[in-house]
């Protein structure tokens, strides 16, 4: 009863506050709408939430008729060998076997232009990434294909920078492209050189062509791994969805820090030393402040959890599992925010409420991935963002959003419940060290 | 009622109560008079169960509040020196949380919530919200807050600081009240008339230390024959206190704001000489009062110094 008065009194209070309530609820609400607007380019956002394709430009530096002589008169030339019957086509092979290619096609709708053009389309945001197949290419290729040589061949991409997810799509993909041209032309090299060290003279080189066809079907069915653009075969996070948990899980920590400075308040204000004499125990007030923080943070969740998904139709998925994860979040930020709250009592000034408001809030929500997809990262960010609470939860709540059940979001639940256990027993004990001492 | 035996509490090398013994005696007023510093709100905090004691024992109806503070923090109610209120909340609001911290709720709270809200003369104010409040309408809510459970013993630390003469007349007269009730009450307060008002007993502290105690009669024995004399200048110097000690009769002199205050034996005799010094340090005399021996008369002649210095 002492501790539901306690409740019900702060609830009241902090929801009287009209900053904290513009800088808890509203703000996300407005922040979440406008970057899942403004960053809608950056990811692969389509009605039916599937893939949308990439608009690019390809553009064509070779003349194909000219490499081609060219390519036949060396051959003659330097090899003596006559391939008037030369049956690979390196353009066949990137445009028909390679964008053609079923997946391949899903992701990449292409129209080949003049490099100026493509480079307005570019600027002007109509395409996504240029592909530019250099001079030389087809004679280039057929060297390496068809010959002991190897030439290099340079093929450029270049990216909108405002399209930053769509740009890494397109540049893994050619990734993938050369990757397993590489291996077709290795493989040609070791054919080649077992003919010579086996004596089979020109006859190596007669079947050669016919070899390099079978070689290349390895083109045409190569799997392209495209991991960082769908995750693991499921569709792609729209930037709707995307904005709506990373702005919610890093808002969520104001909840935090706004309660990190309740048990000074009322110190200061003489509220607490006033329930103290009313004979209401140190558990019992720090039990109270444990469960406004956790309503707090569970009423932010829930307001931006139907915000997003009336006004921006963010599909949340599984209900009982966001439930569960919600739950755990709003958890782990009541233990953060006893944490702060004793060590705020204990210091006896708002500094360390303040800078965990103004600086670690920022460092977190920047480490888990609320101001950018953690895909775009560098890999060290990647690597440390574990650190931050708001990257556990935005995490799983994505792979909830993506269909992911509830045995892949259990490790992120135990995390955000351990860590909200941890800091809540680390705060009871500066709590009750700090009570000893004064009171 | 309540007994404190050699009470003492050092914070470091300070020693903000360094030996006190008092004894309050149920339905009376004990006051605890002093200067800011004095140590009255540290000796409310101890016997408050707020802060620990370096030395000494305090007992509530013969029981060790050190050992047993539940009976105690049952009986008490506090006001504290600083309005102990939730300014973004009505008054109603504040007053049903302090009740229910009281294990009030329901019919009975809402009763007793009126019942304060008449005492303290808020009943019309309740569902303002406090940071609305003039000091004193605060002020008496801070005192309603501590007066829901019908406590036995009330402390008031110093509840009329800051605010204006008729919150201030309205607070001495629920004191007064409260007490005719049967309320014991420990009243703090650097208003030597306040205490004169109120209290049926008075400590008068000094620098952590009771300096003299008993009933006001009983403290002005000490001074039978002293006059208060304050006479308000438009200009005055720090060595004035010391010019007028050159009077044959003056026993003491201290500077209070823009006002001497002067102790003699005679004090209808001395008017004329201490015009005279006035003149000669040209300074202009504005009032002159001539009290008869007070609680003032008693703390200058123990301490050397003016109450509210």
């Known amino acids: 009863m002492k501790v539901l008065s306690i409740i019900i009194k702060d609830l009241k209070i902090v929801l009287s506050d009209k900053q904290a309530i513009i800088i808890t609820m509203l703000m996300p609400l407005i922040l979440m709408t406008i970057l899942s607007m403004a960053l809608k380019g950056s990811f692969m956002d389509s009605d039916d939430g599937g893939i949308e394709k990439i608009p690019v430009a390809l553009v064509k530096q070779y003349d194909e008729g000219a490499d081609s002589k060219i390519f036949i008169k060396t051959l003659e030339k330097r090899l003596n060998i006559d391939i008037s019957r030369d049956e690979v086509n390196p353009e066949e092979m990137f445009f028909g076997d390679f964008l053609g290619n079923e997946e391949v096609s899903k992701l990449i709708d292409y129209r080949v232009v003049e490099e100026d053009r493509a480079m307005e389309l570019l600027n002007e945001g109509e395409i996504s990434a240029i592909i530019i197949l250099p001079e030389k290419y087809i004679y280039d290729m057929k060297i390496n294909l068809l010959t002991p040589f190897r030439n290099n061949v340079d093929v450029k991409v270049l990216t909108h920078p405002g399209r930053a997810l769509a740009g890494e799509i397109v540049t893994s993909l050619m990734e993938a492209y050369t990757n397993t041209m590489s291996s077709v032309i290795i493989g040609k090299n070791v054919l080649i050189e077992s003919a010579s060290a086996n004596d089979m003279g020109g006859d190596g080189f007669d079947n050669i062509d016919e070899i390099m066809e079978g070689m290349t079907d390895l083109v045409a069915g190569m799997k392209v791994n495209i991991n960082n653009v769908t995750v693991e075969g499921r569709r792609t996070i729209k930037s709707s969805e995307y904005y709506a948990v990373a702005m919610m899980t890093m808002f969520v920590l104001y909840a935090a820090g706004q309660g990190g400075r309740m048990l000074l308040e009322e110190k200061d204000n003489q509220t607490y030393q006033r329930m103290v004499v009313a004979d209401i125990s140190k558990p019992h007030i720090l039990t109270g402040k444990f469960i406004v923080i956790f309503l707090i943070a569970a009423i932010q969740i829930t307001i931006m959890l139907a915000y997003s998904h009336f006004a921006l139709k963010v599909n949340w998925g599984n209900i009982k599992s966001l439930l569960v994860l919600s739950t755990a979040s709003a958890f782990s930020v009541a233990g953060l925010g006893i944490f702060i709250g004793s060590l705020t009592y204990r210091a006896e000034n708002y500094r360390l409420a303040n800078a965990f408001e103004s600086v670690i809030i920022q460092v977190m929500a920047f480490l888990g991935g609320s101001f950018f997809p953690l895909d775009l990262m560098p890999e060290i960010i990647r690597k440390v963002s574990f650190i931050s609470l708001n990257g556990v939860g935005l995490k799983a709540y994505l792979k909830i959003i993506l269909g992911y059940g509830f045995s892949d979001i259990l490790i992120n639940v135990s995390i955000l419940a351990i860590a909200g256990i941890l800091f809540t027993l680390a705060g009871v004990i500066i709590f009750n060290k700090e009570v000893s001492k004064n009171a | ?309």
């Open chain 2, 1 to 309: 009622m309540l007994k404190v035996e050699n009470l003492y509490k050092n914070f470091g090398n300070i020693a903000a109560v360094a030996g006190i013994s008092f004894e309050v005696k149920r339905g009376e007023v004990f006051g605890l008079l002093g200067p800011n510093g004095a140590g009255k709100s540290t000796t409310i905090s101890i016997i408050s169960t707020l802060l620990p004691p370096s030395r000494g024992q305090i007992f509530f109806e013969g029981e060790s509040i050190f050992e047993n503070s539940r009976n105690l923090r049952q009986k008490l109610g506090i006001v504290p020196q600083d309005i102990a209120l939730y300014p973004t909340l009505t008054g109603y609001e504040n007053l049903r949380f302090w009740g229910n911290l009281y294990g009030l709720k329901g019919a009975e709270l809402k009763k007793r919530i009126n019942e304060v809200a008449e005492i303290i003369g808020l009943k019309e104010r309740l569902k303002d919200k406090v940071e609305k409040y003039s000091g004193g309408m605060k002020r008496r809510l801070n005192i309603g807050a501590a007066l829901l459970h019908k406590p036995d013993l009330l402390i008031m630390d110093e509840p009329t600081v800051g605010i204006d003469p008729q919150s201030r007349s309205h607070i001495l007269e629920t004191v007064l009240k409260l007490n005719a009730q049967g309320m014991t009450i420990i009243y703090t307060t650097h208003y030597m008339e306040e205490a004169e008002e109120l209290c049926s007993r008075i400590c008068i502290m000094d620098e952590g230390k009771i300096i003299a105690s008993g009933t006001k009669q009983e403290l002005v024995e000490l001074v039978k024959e002293r006059t208060r004399i304050n006479i308000k200048l438009d200009n005055i110097s720090d060595n004035m206190p010391q010019v007028f000690k050159e009077i044959t009769g003056v026993l003491d002199a201290a500077i209070l704001d823009d006002t001497v205050t002067l102790f003699g034996e005679n004090g209808d005799i001395l008017l004329a000489e201490i015009i005279s010094k006035v003149l000669e340090e040209k300074s202009k005399i504005q009032s002159i009062d001539i009290h008869k021996p007070d609680l003032e008369a008693v703390f200058l002649h123990l301490t050397g110094k003016a109450l509210r210095d």
